[in-house]
């Protein structure tokens, strides 16, 4: 009881403390896309999707500023997401107050560093590093369970009342952006904002999940128990045994599933070796391992 007691009185704490640490990601994604966004994007006419993408033809056709371009855009889309999507908005005051503030923070700093001088005006090197930029800031925005709005929001809504899939809704609203770009600025800048989009892509996967990938290993062997035993012994990594039947004898075969860091791998491999040349291994990539041994 006391234990239970003890727990209720830090939860409020440690709320607040997350809390804070999410506004706090929040604001700093949105400041890194925006200063990106100056750096590299638009002095290099690439509109690679979004919002910004849009600003920046906007502002190359009728000069206006992109961060204008980005609040009106923005707002009335914030606006409608609260009214067309009701629970995934309204239903965490939380996450709308976020989203809202990757709104309104974003556009500003845009606003604030438009003085700044472009990093190159080599338009592949702005491509690539611009799409690194904005995917770091996305990616750092997304780990606060977040968004910065705009078309993101388009798409959940053509997604709610369409029925495509949000995946589908995206690439639908980027492609759009993509598209006038090449109107306005020509074929080859739309190509380099492809690769910007790629880019950015990949680098919020890596700000999300890393590049520390763990190793899962399936292991089936004659000799399971000293396997098991080397595993945890040895290796000194956990050990799960999973039920299994051969295919071609209707024989059980236990199958023996451990998960190790890169660097454990040879090691274990050797081990199993050691005990059973015949056994069978399969060795797949595991992008992210939560718990005891790996990241909490």
Not at 212 to 237: H, P
Request: hydrophobic share 45%; charged share 15%.
């Amino acid at each position: 009881m006391k234990k239970l007691q003890r727990r209720k009185e830090t939860n409020p704490l440690n709320t607040t403390q997350r809390t804070i640490i999410e506004f706090l990601y929040v604001l700093t994604g949105s400041a890194i896309v925006a200063v990106t966004f100056n750096l590299f994007l638009l002095p290099n006419q690439i509109a690679s999707g979004g919002v910004s993408g849009i600003s920046t033809i906007v502002f190359n056709i009728t000069a206006w500023e992109p961060a204008y371009t980005q609040w009106a855009l923005n707002i009335p889309l914030f606006i409608a997401g609260v009214l067309l999507l009701g629970g995934s908005i309204r239903g965490s005051i939380l996450y709308g107050t976020k989203t809202l503030t990757g709104t309104l923070f974003l556009p500003f700093i845009v606003f604030l560093t438009r003085d700044l001088q472009p990093a190159t005006l080599d338009p592949l090197l702005a491509s690539i590093f611009g799409g690194v930029g904005v995917g770091v800031g996305l990616g750092i925005v997304f780990r606060s369970n977040s968004s910065t709005g705009g078309t993101d929001l388009a798409a959940q809504i053509i997604n709610k009342y369409t029925g495509m899939s949000l995946g589908v809704c995206v690439f639908i609203m980027d492609g759009l952006v993509v598209s006038a770009s090449a109107v306005v600025f020509g074929f080859e800048f739309a190509l380099y904002a492809l690769i910007s989009l790629f880019t950015t892509s990949k680098t919020i996967d890596f700000v999300q999940i890393g590049i520390g990938y763990s190793k899962m290993v399936i292991i089936i062997s004659e000799f399971e128990e000293e396997v098991k035993q080397g595993l945890l012994t040895k290796v000194d990594r956990g050990v799960t045994k999973i039920a299994g039947y051969g295919g071609y004898t209707n024989h059980e075969r236990p199958m023996l599933m451990c998960v190790v860091s890169r660097n454990e791998v040879t090691k274990l491999k050797r081990l199993v070796q050691t005990i059973d040349p015949d056994a069978f291994v399969i060795v797949s990539n595991a992008s992210e391992v939560l718990g005891k041994g790996f990241k909490k």
